[in-house]
């Protein structure tokens, strides 16, 4: 490691304040990227501001017809929550199986989102689910607010305060993790919306499929959407596939590999589905 200055805020305008004093600044939220890519010298932030202190940044609420989850949420707590393993059922699944328990107690929702790895589990789970990321200045909607490869909508100095999402008990994710790091190889989440008589509601947006680790950055599939919405069952999208060419390929498995297991993966989140909505104590 080498010197730089460290800074506890108990505040997000103080935290601001700080940012704005040294350019060179970066956050620290739970450390998991951060702090090994400053060990590596791949990042040499002049000071790091760290969230931990700043009490609004933490908690999971139910605001109407959303749940809100701090920016400094950890891992282990969305996936412990009653609320959202009863209203997200497949967000808890996914929280669930990030990296191993230390990961989990300290990574957060937040740090994980602002860092866009394209092979992060939260991305499909903010797309599929419709979610809204809030920052101090602004809400971004999850659509427009991955851009690229570690790339987001953010401005520099923008802090994220929380993530939104509508209430979706139906809703499931799947990955083939490396099984080294426990990051996807291929992630997909599913979101089903419901209208009020508790049918599936027949519009366009009524299931949303978003997939990770597969590209450069998390994307919907919106031919399998639709197949969806007309009828809800693995075998509806048993043979659509996504084009291999533009998937990743390296040297933990090719793009026909990955598109393989995309419609695999997505089979499994429709079946558990299913079988969540018949027996609601099957929720994974
Ligand atoms: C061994 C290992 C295994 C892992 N496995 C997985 C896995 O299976 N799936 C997965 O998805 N992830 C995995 N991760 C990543 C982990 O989930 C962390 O959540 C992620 O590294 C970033 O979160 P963090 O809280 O540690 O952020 P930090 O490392 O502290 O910060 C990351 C970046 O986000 C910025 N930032 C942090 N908070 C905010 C904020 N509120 N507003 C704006 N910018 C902010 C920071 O300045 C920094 O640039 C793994 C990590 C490790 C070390």
Redesign the pocket.
Known sequence: MYSFGYFRPSSVEEALTKLNEAPEA????????????MKQRL?R?SDL?D?AGIES?RGIRREGHRIRIG??V??SKIAESSDIRQSLPGLAA?AA????P???N??????????A?P????PAALVALDAIVH?HARDLPADTFFTGMFETA?DER????GISFPLRPLCAYR?F??PA????LVGVFIARALNEAGDHERVSDAVRVAV?GAGSSVFRVREMEKALCESFTPEAISEISVAADDLNSDIHAGGEYRAHLITVMAMRAVADIIAARSNPSLVR
């Open positions: 970066k956050m620290l939220a739970g450390g998991q990227t951060l702090l090994p890519t990042a932030p501001i969230l940044l920016a400094m950890r891992h996914l199986d990030i990296g191993d230390q990961v989990r300290l990574g957060t929702i937040g740090g994980s989102v602002a860092n790895d092979a992060a589990d939260y920052t953010l923008e802090i994220i305060t990955k993790p490396n790091s426990r990051y996807p990770t």
